[in-house]
Nanobody
Framework: QVQLVESGGGLVQPGGSLRLSCAAS????????MGWFRQAPGKGREFVAR????????NYADSVKGRFTISRDGAKNTVYLQMNSLKPEDAAVYYC???????????WGQGTQVTVSS
C-alpha cells in the first residue's frame, strides 16, 4: 500500500556530509511516524532516527546524536536524514521505514548504500 524510495547514498570521506531522502507514495495513506535504520556488513539492523509526523518530535541513537538530523516535508510525504561529520562506522545500507497508524514500521524501503572511506 505504501512504497518507499530512498535516495542520496554514495561515497564520502570521513568528516564529510550526505543527505538522504525517502519519499512515500501510495493510493491513500496516513503517516504517524517515519524513521531511519541502518545495517552494516555482518551486523544487525540498527535504529538511527525517528520523527513523529504531526509534531515533528525526533529521537536519535546516541551514536549519531549531534551529527545527524532527521526532518520531514509533510506536503511531499518525504523524510530526510542530514548526516554530518561522517565516520567510517557510519558506513551501512540505510533504510527508511513508515508507520501508518501507530502499529509499527510496517513499510520499508529497499535501502541506499552509504560508504565512508578515505
Amino acid at each position: 500500500q505504501v512504497q518507499l524510495v530512498e535516495s542520496g547514498g554514495g561515497l564520502v570521506q570521513p568528516g564529510g556530509s550526505l543527505r538522504l531522502s525517502c519519499a512515500a507514495s501510495g493510493r491513500a495513506f496516513s503517516t504517524y511516524a517515519m524513521g531511519w535504520f541502518r545495517q552494516a556488513p555482518g551486523k544487525g539492523r540498527e535504529f538511527v532516527a525517528r520523527i513523529w509526523w504531526s509534531t515533528g518530535y525526533t529521537n536519535y541513537a546516541d551514536s549519531v546524536k549531534g551529527r545527524f538530523t532527521i526532518s520531514r516535508d509533510g506536503a511531499k510525504n518525504t523524510v530526510y536524514l542530514q548526516m554530518n561529520s561522517l565516520k567510517p562506522e557510519d558506513a551501512a545500507v540505510y533504510y527508511c521505514a513508515h508507520d501508518p497508524n501507530t502499529l509499527g514500521y510496517v513499510y520499508w524501503g529497499q535501502g541506499t548504500q552509504v560508504t565512508v572511506s578515505s
